[in-house]
């Protein structure tokens, strides 16, 4: 299984951006898609969730509001919408697979990474 990003550059505060993700590989089954971010000095964390069958979704409270995730079942794809960026958005993105866990937010649930988006925002 393949996850590769998409999207990702710099923009001005109140701007912004829409990343993607394309999945491939024979194999790909997956119980929740998320993303997550990782902030120079910083842990990764959790953004956005989605889960794969029904598209429940879930957020960091940091971005409620402000960000979107969707999926497209046929496609294996999943995007995040980002609105109202915030210099403190800034980050490198990661989408992620998780094949066993519904709705986790912990990175050590997640079974494949795709290599990661820079995304900035300039105040």
């Known amino acids: 299984v393949q996850l590769v990003e998409s999207g990702g550059g710099l923009v001005q505060t109140g701007g912004s951006l829409r990343l993607s993700c394309a999945a491939s590989g024979r194999s790909f089954s997956s119980k929740t898609m998320a993303w997550f971010r990782q902030a120079p000095g910083k842990e990764r964390e959790v953004v956005a969730g989605?889960?794969?069958?029904?598209?429940?979704?879930y957020y960091a409270d940091s971005v409620k509001g402000r960000f979107t995730i969707s999926r497209d079942n046929a496609e294996n794809t999943v995007d995040l919408q980002m609105h109202s960026l915030k210099p403190e958005d800034t980050a490198v993105y990661y989408c992620?697979?998780?094949?066993?866990?519904?709705?986790?937010?912990?990175?050590?649930?997640?079974?494949?990474w795709g290599q990661g988006t820079q995304v900035t925002v300039s105040s």
């Open positions: 992620a697979s998780s094949i066993s866990y519904i709705g986790s937010r912990a990175v050590r649930d997640y079974d494949y």
């Open positions: 989605i889960i794969w069958s029904g598209g429940l979704t």
